[in-house]
């Protein structure tokens, strides 16, 4: 057999097909990083900015609860005390969920991730008791204006 009489002709056996950095400073970066990022509190990490539909959910999913709870202690009260039950005390839960189904139509969201989110819930109480959605004044319009709103925002168009 033939032997090479020069190092050129000889192809080096340490080669791959990626250039290959005979230190470990990439790996180190890489690893140093995740863990910087790991240390630095959740406070100072820039926070996403908020979409104010995901309050609104929040705020009818809470009053909504608690007007069900007036509904089923009214419910009880009335098993017991007949007539005599003060059916008052579902009237200030009813209004607020009244207050906060407004605001919930009303909100435009500010992300697609929002309006989906909106998109969902109002599909869900639509399942449930559509008469919220058709039977109160001004929803349809309110809800139209709020899609819009919705677009523009998530789009960066101006009215």
Not at 117 to 139: P, V
Request: proline share 6%; net charge negative; glycine share 6%.
């Amino acid at each position: 057999m033939t032997e090479a009489d020069s190092v050129h002709s000889t192809p080096p056996t340490n080669t791959s097909a990626f250039p290959v950095d005979p230190t470990r400073r990439p790996l180190l970066t890489i690893a140093t990083g995740g863990v910087v990022t790991a240390a630095i509190p959740v406070t100072v990490l820039p926070a996403a900015p908020a979409d104010p539909i995901f309050v609104a959910i929040d705020k009818h999913k809470k009053a909504n609860a608690a007007h069900q709870a007036s509904i089923d202690e009214l419910a009880r009260l009335e098993r017991i005390l007949g007539d005599e039950a003060d059916g008052s005390i579902a009237e200030k839960p009813c209004r607020d969920e009244n207050v906060a189904f407004s605001l919930l139509v009303g909100t435009a969201a500010t992300t697609v991730a929002g309006l989906f989110a909106k998109i969902d819930y109002l599909s869900e109480i639509a399942a449930r008791e559509a008469w919220m959605l058709d039977e109160r004044e001004g929803t349809a319009l309110d809800l139209i204006e709020s899609f819009a709103g919705s677009l523009r925002n998530i789009w960066g168009v101006q009215a």
